[in-house]
Nanobody, 121 residues
Framework: QVQVVESGGGLVQSGGSLTLSCTAQ????????MAWLRQAPGKGQELVVE???????TYGDSVKGRFTISRDSAKNSITLQMNDLRPEDAGMYYC???????????????WGQGTQVTVSS
């Protein structure tokens, strides 16, 4: 019932920038949180940033000072500006949204398909 759509991944040189966008679509009453996580080959998922209704914004330690999140509440979207990218930032980036549905009953965490970020040395 909910689609999470990501865009903006690609190839960038070390020190460069990329912008990732994520939009939650569907019969959404409200959103409790949205987040970006990433996974490098052979590693587990790592929190990049979360925007939470109660806790505000939380950045992963490895991206603090380099990445900036913004939101467009009217579009149920978030935008991640990634600056000073490093090879260790490479991986598959996944967006999720923790939502309450318009039926007033259902809620859940929905995931996008992921977008690939590649950073060359």
């Amino acid at each position: 019932q909910v689609q999470v759509v990501e865009s903006g991944g690609g190839l960038v040189q070390s020190g460069g920038s990329l912008t990732l966008s994520c939009t939650a679509q569907g019969s959404i009453l409200n959103i409790y949180s949205m987040a970006w996580l990433r996974q490098a080959p052979g590693k587990g998922q790592e929190l990049v940033v979360e925007v939470n209704r109660d806790r505000g914004t939380t950045y992963g330690d490895s991206v603090k000072g380099r990445f900036t999140i913004s939101r467009d509440s009217a579009k149920n979207s978030i935008t991640l500006q990634m600056n000073d990218l490093r090879p260790e930032d490479a991986g598959m980036y996944y967006c999720n949204a923790d939502v309450n549905l318009s039926n007033g009953i259902d809620a859940g965490l929905y995931w996008g398909q992921g977008t690939q970020v590649t950073v060359s040395s």
